[in-house]
């Protein structure tokens, strides 16, 4: 299985970026997929996740701001993130598990699989 993130960059605040995550390799039925973040000084969290039942959970600091999706078709998960702050600093990482999200969704021990991560600033 192999993750890449792309659309990482530098952006000012209140702006807006979107994050792709090509996935190859996951065979499959079930899936949780998500992102995760990692600012300098912090532990890696949990920013979004979708599952193959449909269920989308999202960290309380990026509601109705940031926007998960996949795309199966392309084998592609996207993340749309609009006004940005600079508390959205960080290198954000893709990752996969199998099986539904669930109530474990945020916990980052449980994620298989993960991409090289992305940078994205906001100034």
């Known amino acids: 299985v192999q993750l890449v993130e792309s659309g990482g960059g530098s952006v000012q605040a209140g702006g807006s970026l979107r994050l792709s995550c090509s996935v190859s390799g996951y065979t499959y039925a079930s899936y949780c997929m998500g992102w995760f973040r990692q600012a300098p000084g912090k532990e890696r969290e949990a920013v979004a996740t979708?599952?193959?039942?449909?269920?989308?959970h999202y960290a309380d600091s990026v509601k109705g701001r940031f926007t998960i999706n996949k795309d199966d078709a392309k084998n592609t998960l996207a993340l749309q993130m609009n006004i940005l702050g600079p508390e959205d600093t960080a290198i954000y990482y893709c990752?996969?598990?199998?099986?539904?999200?669930?109530?474990?969704?945020?916990?980052?021990?449980?994620?298989?699989?993960w991409g090289q991560g992305t940078q994205v600033t906001v100034s």
């Open positions: 979708i599952d193959s039942d449909g269920n989308i």
């Open positions: 990752a996969a598990k199998r099986d539904a999200c669930g109530m474990t969704w945020k916990w980052r021990n449980l994620y298989t699989y």
